[in-house]
């Protein structure tokens, strides 16, 4: 999909949905369920089968894997609750098992944000660093699909 309404605001760039239903009428309709923070929260938009706002998969997402090889002290450009996309660092990971590969990948993921670098202006006791950004309160869950990393 082109853009999803996050928050009351649109994320620009395509991101990666699932069609969950097809309405059949006299104006086809697709319901597509598009993942957000966490797996129990979810946007679902509902679109015209033939919207110029929706595209297969791997259309324009290629290369989409880099977000299941996420691990922690991974630097990312991430949307924060006050519509901004911000510099962010991941500080935890959840992992799961690929069930097509067998193989262990990044499900969810704990993002920070903030920025650790030399020149911070904010020093974090717990990780011996200083930063630039948000403190610990406001660190979040999310999972690797959400349109907001």
Not at 4 to 12: H, P
Request: zero cysteines; aromatic letters at 12%; charged letters at 30%.
């Amino acid at each position: 999909m082109k853009s999803v309404n996050l928050q009351g605001k649109f994320v620009a760039g395509w991101a990666k949905g699932e069609v969950v239903e097809y309405n059949r009428g006299s104006q086809d309709s697709l319901v597509v369920r598009f993942p957000t923070v966490s797996k129990q929260e979810e946007v679902r938009k509902i679109f015209p089968r033939d919207s110029d706002q929706i595209a297969p998969f791997n259309t324009y997402t290629k290369d989409d894997g880099w977000r299941h090889q996420l691990k922690t002290g991974d630097n990312i450009d991430a949307f924060d609750t006050e519509h901004y996309w911000y510099r962010s660092t991941i500080i935890d990971v959840d992992t799961a098992i690929d069930e097509a590969t067998g193989q262990e990948v990044t499900a969810r993921v704990q993002i920070a944000f903030r920025h650790y670098q030399e020149e911070g202006s904010k020093f974090d006791e717990k990780e011996g660093k200083n930063y630039t950004g948000w403190d610990a309160r406001y660190d979040e869950w999310r999972t690797v699909e959400a349109p907001t990393i």
